[in-house]
């Protein structure tokens, strides 16, 4: 019998897939989507519903399946941002912007607005884990090719990096920023 939660009941089918953070667990989870591909839509309301840690390991599944199927994300493009802006939890923001990076792409968003605000804040940010700052640069990073507008910002940004940072996004920023002025 399933668990009852505060935010939402875990499915039974869901037990064994979100029982813990092993990677042999979560391509369970993969195997899952495969065979019956509605099960996606299910683990990605729980990315969103369910308390922590099978949040996290909702998205996980999401974004390995991903892995086999790019486009798989692309029908929850748009509403994503939305979705990931009030998550305080590190792992559901980086496995769902890592999607975009790696698989689906800011190119898809019909309007990244709130998406590439919410990169730049979060690019920015001490306080958020080095793998949503990662991705966030690395999305701003596509998206200056999109909207050569942003490119100013983009560099002043990666400037304070440079100079401010002292984890590995530094040297990331500073390659970055070396390509724009070849």
């Known amino acids: 019998m399933a668990k009852r939660t505060k935010k939402a009941q875990i499915p039974e089918i869901f037990t064994e897939v979100l029982a813990d953070s092993l990677r ?15 099960i996606f839509e299910l683990l990605y309301k729980l990315s969103f519903s369910a308390p922590y ?63 590439v605000d919410l990169c730049f804040k979060w690019m920015m940010s001490q306080h958020e884990d080095l793998g949503v700052r990662y991705y966030s640069l690395e999305i701003l990073n596509k998206m200056m090719k999109l909207e050569p507008l942003l490119k100013n910002e983009f560099l002043v940004n990666l400037e304070i990096l440079i100079k401010a940072d002292n984890t590995s996004m530094k040297d990331r920023a500073l390659i970055i920023y070396r390509s724009f002025l070849k």
């Not at 667990?25 to 899952?32: E, I």
């Open 53 to 115: 840690p099978y949040c996290m390991r909702s998205a996980r599944i999401l974004q390995l399946y991903c892995e086999k199927d790019h486009r798989a994300f692309d029908p929850y493009l748009q509403e994503i941002a939305e979705k990931i802006k009030d998550s305080k939890i590190g792992g559901i923001k980086r496995n769902f912007l890592k999607i975009i990076h790696e698989f689906s792409g800011i190119e898809n968003i019909e309007d990244p607005g709130l998406l």
């Open 24 to 38: 042999a667990t979560a391509d369970k989870g993969v195997l899952l989507i495969q065979q019956d591909v509605s």
